[in-house]
């Protein structure tokens, strides 16, 4: 497999003015300026009707949505592109002092017994679709695959680390539109030592003989964060689609009531538990009643399926180099990816 340098990685245009989340309405939208909006979604027609269907209907509430919208290009757009990434990565690298060092580095130890075995069956020669499916538990959704991930005391560990973190006075790359509690882990350092490896060496494998029509077997990519929710913080996560090809999404803990994962229908998520999913199927998080729930998400993308379709703004991409933000997408479509099966 080749492993490719994250800069060669590019953003579509679409996500510095599209898929803006308004949480009272549960409705994405796009936002420019003022005036395109009031065009769009006021006096424009299909847009300002789906609006008005959602119950923004007089001027006072709509100068509302228009308040909120651009508040929140600000804080996600703007201030990120002021205090970048990579430069707060390199803070972190410098005043932060992790409490257990060696959660940073992926070791088979970490990673559930069941799950190594799934990862040595996929890697054998006379390795099938269908025998993969016989050894993994499908979930009534379509598509949608559970199986342990993680070893409990791995759990345990890497939330004490990122609760650390959070006490700490290190910069923290959240809010997203959606998530208020969120986490980047490509800003802790995470990436080359754990999430590369860990999709590279036993995902990719997975999702190549389960998803190979959609990207599964030329995953190049990943953003990996986690979400937490608490009783006085966010306590769910609205319907929606993924920026990536293949999902895989963790419970880590610690003790929590309700809070599943639904696709349509509702399902259960046990912790160390992991659900693998297409990005593009919809899904969101159900009210937690009562704890803290952790969940590690790994947004895995490829170049290959992108470059011809941008999931978010479902065009053909127009790149863009961005610092804050690399999305996955690659200049050249014909490409050195390396597409195997293996
Ligand atoms: O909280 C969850 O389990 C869902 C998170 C999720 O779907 C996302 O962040 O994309
Ligand atoms: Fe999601």
Known sequence: IIIKSMDK??????F???NIFLEEYKLHVRFI?????????????????????????????????????????????RQSHKLKSAERAATI????????????HLQESFLAPEFLQLVKYCTSNDATMEGLMKLIQTEAAPRVFRFPVLRKEF?????????????????????????NYRILLSELGFDESFFTPLREVYLHPLTALLYSDCGGSCLDSHKAFVVKYDMREDLDLSYHYDNAEVTLNVSLGKDFTEGNLFFGD??????????????????GALPISSGTRWNLIIWMQASRERNKLCPMCGKRPTLVESDVFRD???????SNVSCSLT
């Open 33 to 77: 300026a003022e005036n395109q909006f009031r065009k769009e979604y006021q006096n424009g027609s299909n847009l300002q009707q789906h609006l008005m269907s959602l119950g923004c209907v007089t001027e006072s509430q709509f100068r509302d949505v228009l308040g909120k919208v651009s508040e929140l290009w600000k804080i996600e757009r």
């Open 155 to 179: 759990c345990k560990d890497f939330i004490e680390e990122l609760e650390h973190f959070e006490q700490s006075d290190a910069p923290k790359g959240r809010p997203n539109t959606m998530n």
């Open 266 to 283: 509702m399902r259960r998520h046990h912790v160390t538990e992991g659900l693998l999913h297409r990005g593009r199927h919809m899904h």
């Open 93 to 104: 690298r410098e005043i932060y002092a992790p409490l257990h060092q060696h959660v940073y």
């Open 328 to 334: 996955g997408f690659t200049m050249d479509t014909s």
């Open 9 to 14: 990685f590019y953003t579509c245009s679409c």
């Open 16 to 18: 510095f003015r599209d």
